[in-house]
């Protein structure tokens, strides 16, 4: 969060792996993958223009890149959302690119950091989105049994179904200051229960 505003300044994938790979060296794991359109899907604006577009907007495949690296010296690998790809929703690629980073980990022996900044599941992929809650969360249990540390970061925001599976998995789960964390978001809740909630809501320091 920055000190002088107070507003979180969203930052991506690009700014993420300079700060945290040594001398921002590293290599981009699955960088090609980009989603299809299985159930011809269109709400205001089709799918498959949605895709387009955010492709030309951002530079980027998908909403999240995997890569692997040195920090500190010692191997690691990241898999860090963008956020201004389609609001940082999980769709079958995000998944997929972790499932298959979390592969290279267990071949290598490597830690892996999930850097989560999402607004949720990809309604445009509907089922095909929700899948990669239970994809990515049977995979990091494979880490686990194998003794693999997995760091999970939760930037502003991090909610829906991202929260609900692979964000809140961590061996150890941190937050950046003041970031927005949950499941539902706060209108929401207070539309459902009727009440105001406690300032500072569903932020990371909220107990």
Aim: proline share 3%; with cysteine.
């Amino acid at each position: 969060m920055c000190t002088s505003c107070g507003y979180h300044e969203r930052i991506g994938s690009a700014e993420y792996f300079e700060v945290i790979f040594d001398e921002n060296q590293f290599t981009e794991l699955d960088e090609n993958l980009i989603s299809g359109d299985p159930l011809n899907f269109a709400d205001t604006k089709k799918y498959k223009d949605r895709l387009t577009d955010s492709i030309k907007k951002t530079g980027l495949n998908d909403a999240l890149r995997s890569a692997y690296g040195k920090v500190e010296g010692h191997d690691l690998v990241v898999c860090c959302m963008d956020f201004n790809f389609i609001g940082g929703s999980m769709g079958s690629v995000v998944g997929e690119k972790i499932s298959r980073a979390i592969d290279f980990c267990l071949k290598n022996k490597t830690p892996l950091m999930i850097i989560s900044k999402s607004g949720g599941a990809r309604m445009m992929e509907a089922a095909y989105s929700l899948m990669q809650m239970a994809k990515t969360s049977a995979k990091l249990s494979m880490m686990d049994k194998a003794g693999i540390p997995y760091i999970s970061l939760l930037t502003d925001p991090t909610t829906g179904g991202v929260t609900a599976s692979y964000a809140m998995l961590g061996d150890l789960n941190i937050a950046e200051p003041g970031s927005l964390i949950g499941f539902a978001g706060p209108r929401i809740v207070k539309e459902t229960i009727g009440k105001d909630l406690p300032k500072g809501f569903q932020t990371a320091e909220f107990s």
